[in-house]
């Protein structure tokens, strides 16, 4: 079935550092990736998506690119912020879009 | 405009009881899919409504029901509560189900704890 593995944290960075986050995803059909954040006590806000192979996803300084060869999704950013403290999940859509499997989670701690 | 609702916010139950979790969509939005989180994990899908019809159902048990109603806003009920019930239920609307990549907006989620 469709999986999605994420590095699994914790991530832990001094502001302005460059952070990167490994995604894969399973390769069935032709899958829509997504980056969501949750913050402590919130439920989740998508910060990115790509719909196809090559697709750059990018929102406040974060960018991931949708790599059919390699399967991949990663997350970067080249700087971060203690406001970028928060759990990231990477996730998939399935076949017919509706449904999305997510990633374990990263949990991210910038400190000033 | 108004996000996804959910309530309670937080709910404590004993084993072996039956809950009901409320969520209301984003105005317009006529899909609304139940995830699972539990502490220390990424949501796990449990079902998708879309137009109060069942469109996508997880590897849940038939303890797990939901339904959708006429303004469709949704309901998650859940019987005979185990301890391994205990989690975060997000409800996420979207304007559709397949097609292009319809975005999902999360709610902030009811905490369960099943004692």
């Known amino acids: 079935g469709n999986s999605v593995t994420q590095m699994e944290g914790p991530v832990t960075l001094s502001e302005e550092a460059f952070l990167t986050i490994n995604c894969t995803y399973t390769a069935t059909g032709y899958p829509s990736l997504f980056w969501y954040v949750q913050y402590p006590g919130e439920g989740l806000q998508l910060l990115l998506k790509?719909?196809?192979?090559?697709d750059k996803g990018s929102n406040k300084g974060f960018e991931a690119t949708y790599r059919k060869e390699t399967t991949s999704f990663h997350l970067e950013k080249g700087s971060v912020q203690v406001s970028d403290s928060a759990v990231y999940f990477c996730a998939r859509s399935g076949g017919s879009n509706y449904k999305l499997t997510f990633g374990k989670g990263t949990l991210l701690t910038v400190n000033p | 405009d108004a996000g996804v609702t959910q309530s309670p916010t937080h709910l404590i139950k004993t084993r072996g009881q039956h809950v009901t979790l409320r969520c209301s969509p984003i105005s317009g939005h006529k899909s609304v899919s139940w995830y699972q989180q539990v502490l220390g994990q990424g949501p796990q899908f449990i079902f998708q409504?879309?137009?109060?019809?069942?469109?996508g159902r997880g590897n849940f048990p038939d303890r797990f029901s939901a339904r959708q109603f006429p303004n469709y806003s949704s309901e998650l009920n859940v019987n005979a509560l185990l301890l391994g019930d205990s989690a975060l239920y997000l409800c996420?609307?979207?304007?559709?189900?397949?097609?292009?990549?319809?975005?999902?907006?999360f709610g902030p989620g009811t905490r369960l704890t099943v004692l």
């Open positions: 409504y879309y137009e109060k019809e069942e469109r």
């Open positions: 996420a609307s979207s304007t559709r189900t397949s097609g292009t990549v319809n975005e999902q907006f």
């Open positions: 790509a719909t196809k192979a090559d």
